[in-house]
């Protein structure tokens, strides 16, 4: 059974318990949120739940982009990876002909 509220699957003796801390308290019944109708798209319901569960103070993680590669790490990790990746793409770029070498971008 689908969640209304995240859209997320579950078994359905699960589901109530997941509901629980997934569902706003003010839903009639929390825990069984699931037997209310949905709109006619099949959206209504979980698309509203969800944007009124977005808080502008929670945060995911907090991570930042290598600007070599462009992959994503935690603040201590990046600096640990930004000097390997530096070493790998001078020597990946040492192996190129002069003509298609590239120069290190920048760091921001």
């Known amino acids: 059974a689908a969640c209304p509220g995240c859209g ?6 699960r589901l109530e318990v997941h509901m629980r801390s997934c569902c706003p308290k003010d839903i009639p019944g929390n825990g069984m949120a699931a037997t209310l109708p949905l709109s006619g798209s099949g959206l209504g319901l979980a698309t509203s739940l969800k ?4 808080s502008p103070g929670l ?10 590669c462009g992959q994503q790490f935690g603040k201590s990790s990046l600096e ?6 530096r070493k790998k793409f001078e020597a990946q770029n040492a192996l190129l002909p002069p003509e298609k070498r590239k120069s290190l971008p920048q760091k921001p």
């Open 8 to 13: 997320r699957t579950f078994l359905p003796d």
């Open 51 to 54: 944007s009124s569960q977005s």
């Open 59 to 68: 945060k995911g993680p907090r991570v930042l982009t290598c600007y070599i």
């Open 80 to 85: 640990i990876h930004e000097k390997s990746c």
